[in-house]
Structures are given as C-alpha cells and as structure tokens.
C-alpha cells in the first residue's frame, strides 16, 4: 500500500517556464513534508519542507503548497534551469517521536534549454 | 566536508555470500538510517538507530542486520545474500529525533549491491 504517491513518473519543461510536481498522500497523520532532489550517482538531498500547519513554504525559486483537505502536496520551481533536471522524491512523516520518512516513487524532471 | 560516506561504492556478491555495508558520518548527529532503493520505488527504510546503542527496524528489515558502532558509525549486514536484495543502499543521517524535531536527513551516494 503506497501511502505516498507521486503519480507522474516524468515531466519534461523548457528553461524559464514553471515546473510543477505533484504528490498524494493517504495517510492522514502524516504531519510533515518534505522534497528532495536526487542526480544519478548520487545521494538525495534535502530541498524545501512543509509543516501541517502551514500550506506554503517558499526558498528561493522553489515553494512548496500544501493542501491538507486533499491531501496533496506540490513543488513549484519558478524559473526552471537546466541544472534543475533531476528525480524529485516527496516524503512524509508523522510525528511519533522520530522521524520514519515514508517515500514516494519519483518524478523524474527534465528542463531543456 | 565529506557528509554521510559510504563503503564500497560498487559490489557483486554470489548467492548465499555475507557482506557488511559501512556507512559514517561526520556532523555529529544523533540519528542514522539505512534504505534501499529498488527501480520504480521510493526508498525504503530498512533499519535505523534514533541515537547511539539502539537499533530498530524499518519497513523492510528481513534479511538485514544492523550495528551503531559509535555515534559516527552505522553498518548494515548481509548474512547470506538474496538475489531479491540487490538494490541500491543508502545510509543518512539527521540531527536528532523528538517531539517536534523534523531536521533533514543528510544522505550518503549509495552502495549498488548485485548478488547473483
């Protein structure tokens, strides 16, 4: 049973344009959210988290919204760069005491010049 | 600023053969995890140890062993390797764990493990 769901396996966006990625989730305990952004090779690393009690977070080019009563969650990128091409990972917690990250399955992004 | 290192980077192992995965970090944090990642899913977490001297399991711990080492210091073990386990492994770190505490896990690059 995916708890965490990122429905769409790629996305492809032209330099400058936005960049949106989706993420469900049907757990609703899960009280905090979180982005990552993973290169080949690589390790994720963390991009931009969101709190339950809020439903935006912005850094930088990146905001993240938060609709509770849905359960979804989006990552905008505003404007998209090349560098920015990347498998995006949404991940959620509960608060139990520590912190079990549950994953979703990955948007690959791709945002060509 | 080496981060969350991992040891090997690369291994093949034969059906049934063990092999420990190391994993070390060095921002002093509380909390280390293992995951894997399987094609077309998302990471999954295998073990993690909220502090030094305790370890509990995840999501998917059969076959797997775990051992914190020191607060640096998190291995995996493989007692006798499966077919079904080849994945790609990653080991992470966070800051700390408690009510309220939603610090960023740091990961590691990855063993990619084959076991034929």
């Known amino acids: 049973d995916q708890q965490v769901k990122q429905n769409s396996p790629s996305l492809s966006v032209q330099e400058g344009r936005i960049s949106i990625l989706n993420c469900d989730y049907t757990n609703s305990m899960f009280d905090y959210f979180l982005w990552y952004k993973k290169y080949p090779a690589e390790g994720p690393t963390f991009l931009i988290s969101i709190s339950s009690i809020k439903d935006k977070n912005e850094d930088g080019r990146f905001t993240v919204f938060l609709n509770k009563s849905a359960k979804h969650l989006s990552l905008h990128i505003v404007p998209s760069q090349p560098g920015d091409s990347a498998v995006y990972f949404c991940a959620a917690n509960w608060d139990t005491g520590f912190q079990k990250l549950v994953f979703g399955t990955g948007t690959r992004l791709l945002v060509s010049p | 600023n080496a981060g969350v290192t991992q040891t090997p980077k690369f291994q093949v192992l034969k059906t049934g053969q063990s092999m420990t995965l190391q994993c070390a970090q060095d921002m002093n944090h509380n909390s280390m995890y293992w995951y894997r990642q399987d094609p077309g899913m998302g990471l999954r977490l295998i073990y993690y140890s909220a502090s030094e001297g305790t370890t509990d399991k995840g999501e998917v711990p059969n076959g797997y062993n775990v051992s914190r080492l020191n607060k640096r210091e998190f291995s995996l073990r493989l007692e006798s390797a499966a077919p079904s386990q080849t994945s790609v492994y990653f080991c992470?770190?966070?800051?700390?764990?408690?009510?309220?505490?939603?610090?960023?896990?740091?990961f590691g690059d990855g063993t990619r493990l084959s076991i034929l």
């Open positions: 992470a770190s966070s800051e700390g764990y408690g009510r309220g505490s939603n610090q960023p896990q740091h």
